[in-house]
């Protein structure tokens, strides 16, 4: 007992000391806490010995982690390896192809979800159509090269399209981005033999006396190529087309990644061949010299070949009016009698002063001033314009197309407003300069002759022929090609477009606008009856036919566009060269009566011209649009804008 009590230390007697009296009862026995004891034997500690312990666990050696670090960090390096190949060697085409892939997959799987009248993740259809429609409008313009004119076809034929897709590709049209000088120097280095601009032109950047000058800037840039403006050593003005450097290696690439129809695909990779563009420009320059109705209205450029290579054209540099500047077309001519615009009819043009050249050599620090400022015809207030008629712009420019259609087979399939220009003859007659030759198809004489026909039967109301002619090519619906073509509505046919458009439901807005565009589809089919039998040209032929429309319409119908082109389709059934004297001369009496069928044209053309004159509509092509539209809609279109808009 005595061994369990434990002395008292002195902290815990001072404690009880400081404690109150009352508290203090030194009768009372003070407790204690017990505190257990170890008992055993004191062993020092060993390690279990291993027979104890039993059989051990295998170490977790964590190979699925393993094998997946493994495999990312390969995916990484490989990707990455991939990446600057690309980038260094391919121009960033698999990159390029590898975005227009995903986007294909995510553009198909949100139509297969949400394209019906109550979309699940869409507000509407037209909110489907939009975002869409920017998706691939990013894609193109961030892809560039032939993406860029794939974009621009779309946006020429967007009038079978969504209005979303008709708003945001009218966009399409805008100048694309320049390259480098650097990366000029060297496409001409590489296509010349590793000469230097200087060696290959004669040109000085430091304004040596006697070298000619060339500015580094660009004055224009396309898809595909930008133009430099050049002066020669002898005098001559150049423009130097030099096509993008990383065209050549993208090329395959984005036509493997479209997956065009073969025919377009050989269309658009020749015109990356400044060699056939060459070709193209001096044969149409042959056929319009041969041609006694457009010899002296029509210019061609001449192409300089010794300066010339499959990736590098110099052609003659031409000054005029861009056909889309209709103000400077129209205003009074101030340049002074008997005297033509700059450069007309091939004229030289007057040099750029050698003090000027050095001054902009040596004090900018951009250098895209040499080029001389010709604007002296429009006046000391720079208010006038060439003076010219529209009427005989358009005609000339119309029937220009027309004999490439109908009489030569050679067809330029670019002819917007850019690639034209129009000058001032000292005659006071328009010149109407065609450049960029670079997209033409060629048409067999049998196909040539048979779309002559089929235009002489659409302005005759010859149902039978243009059946026939259309089944040769594959199409069941004749209405809607011909009213496709005529781009106003036939109504020489038998009906069957409007009444297939009067089936359509009265029900809601949504639900109709889903069925209207289900119909469309089926009618795209059906005009499409034999795909084998139908003639690829007709792609490019449509797109000529469209732009020469957006031009009237542009200029505000001046002239009859269906007459002009129905009268060269009748008369070069007559002047054709593959024809027999024989069948020229029974198509030159069958062309005597068509001439008078087309005066029933005359009467609606001289009547919408007399409603747009009391400011009751905007001419002959507005009114055939307006026509369009309606029946249009009524398939599910809607044609919301002008061809050249934005």
């Known amino acids: 007992m005595a061994s369990w009590i434990m002395p008292l230390c002195s902290r815990c007697l001072r404690a009880a000391s400081r404690a109150p009296r009352k508290d203090l009862d030194i009768r009372k026995p003070y407790t204690f806490v017990r505190r257990s004891i170890q008992t055993h034997q004191f062993q020092p500690f060993a390690p279990p010995s291993p027979s104890s312990l039993g059989k051990a666990a295998p170490a977790k050696t964590y190979r699925r982690t393993r094998r997946w670090t493994r495999r990312f960090v390969y995916l990484t390096i490989g990707t990455a390896v991939v990446y600057a190949v690309d980038t260094q060697f391919y121009a960033s085409s698999i990159t390029r192809s590898a975005r227009t892939f995903r986007l294909g997959v995510l553009v198909a799987i949100d139509y297969k979800i949400n394209f019906r009248p109550n979309p699940p993740l869409a507000d509407s259809i037209t909110a489907l159509h939009a975002r869409n429609a920017q998706r691939l409008f990013d894609l193109l313009r961030a892809n560039g090269g032939l993406y860029l004119k794939i974009g621009q076809a779309i946006a020429m034929q967007s009038a079978v399209l969504p209005p979303e897709f008709q708003k945001i590709f009218a966009k399409m049209f805008d100048d694309a981005p320049q390259n480098s000088w650097k990366d000029v120097e060297k496409v001409i280095r590489e296509d010349f033999g590793g000469r230097s601009p200087e060696e290959v032109f004669g040109v000085s950047f430091e304004g040596a006396p006697g070298m000619g000058v060339m500015e580094r800037t660009a004055k224009a840039s396309a898809s595909v190529a930008q133009v430099h403006w050049a002066r020669l050593k002898d005098g001559r003005e150049v423009a130097v087309k030099v096509q993008k450097r990383e065209i050549a290696q993208q090329v395959g690439w984005d036509l493997w990644a479209f997956n065009l129809v073969p025919y377009i695909s050989e269309r658009l990779l020749l015109e990356t061949d400044f060699v056939n563009e060459a070709n193209n420009s001096e044969n149409m320059a042959k056929l319009v010299a041969n041609e006694p109705r457009l010899r002296g209205k029509v210019y061609i450029p001449k192409v300089y070949r010794e300066l010339s290579s499959h990736r590098v054209m110099t052609a003659e540099w031409i000054e005029g009016v861009r056909l889309w500047d209709k103000e400077a077309l129209i205003a009074p001519w101030k340049g002074g009698r008997r005297q033509g615009s700059p450069g007309c009819a091939g004229a030289p043009l007057d040099p750029p002063s050698h003090e000027k050249v050095v001054e902009v ?212 059934l007559v002047d054709s060269p593959d024809l027999s004297w024989s069948e020229k001369v029974a198509n030159y009496g069958r062309h005597l009566i068509f001439r008078l069928v087309l005066f029933s044209s005359d009467v609606v053309f001289y009547t919408a011209k007399a409603r747009q004159f009391f400011g009751f509509g905007g001419g002959m092509e507005d009114d055939m649009e307006a026509q369009m539209k309606k029946v249009a809609h009524d398939m599910g279109i809607e044609l919301n804008h002008s061809v050249f808009e934005g």
Request: charge should be positive; proline fraction near 5%.
């Open 361 to 572: 050599l040596h004090h900018h620090e951009v250098q895209d001033k040499i080029k001389p400022d010709r604007t002296w015809w429009k006046g000391a207030d720079g208010s006038g314009g060439l003076g010219v008629s529209l009427p005989t712009v358009m005609t000339t420019m119309i029937s220009l197309f027309s004999a490439q259609m109908f009489l030569w087979g050679s067809v330029h399939c670019d002819p917007h407003p850019g690639n034209i220009f129009i000058r001032r003859l000292p005659s006071g007659q328009p010149e109407l300069v065609l450049i960029d030759h670079g997209l033409y198809i060629t048409l067999p004489p049998e196909f040539r002759h048979q779309y002559c026909l089929f235009w002489k039967s659409l302005m005759t109301f010859d149902n039978k022929t243009l059946g026939e002619i259309v089944k040769k090519w594959g199409i069941n619906n004749a209405d809607i090609f011909a009213s496709a073509t005529l781009m106003r509505p036939y109504t020489g046919g038998d009906s069957s477009t409007s009444n297939s458009i009067r089936g359509l439901s009265k029900a809601e807005e949504a639900q109709r606008a889903f069925e209207m565009q289900q119909k469309m589809r089926k009618g795209i089919r059906d005009i499409l009856g034999d795909e084998k039998k139908w003639p690829r040209e007709l792609i490019f032929i449509g797109r000529n036919l469209r732009i020469v429309q957006g031009n009237n319409q542009f200029l505000g119908s001046p002239v009859n566009r269906i007459k002009i082109t129905g009268n060269w389709a009748s008369r070069s």
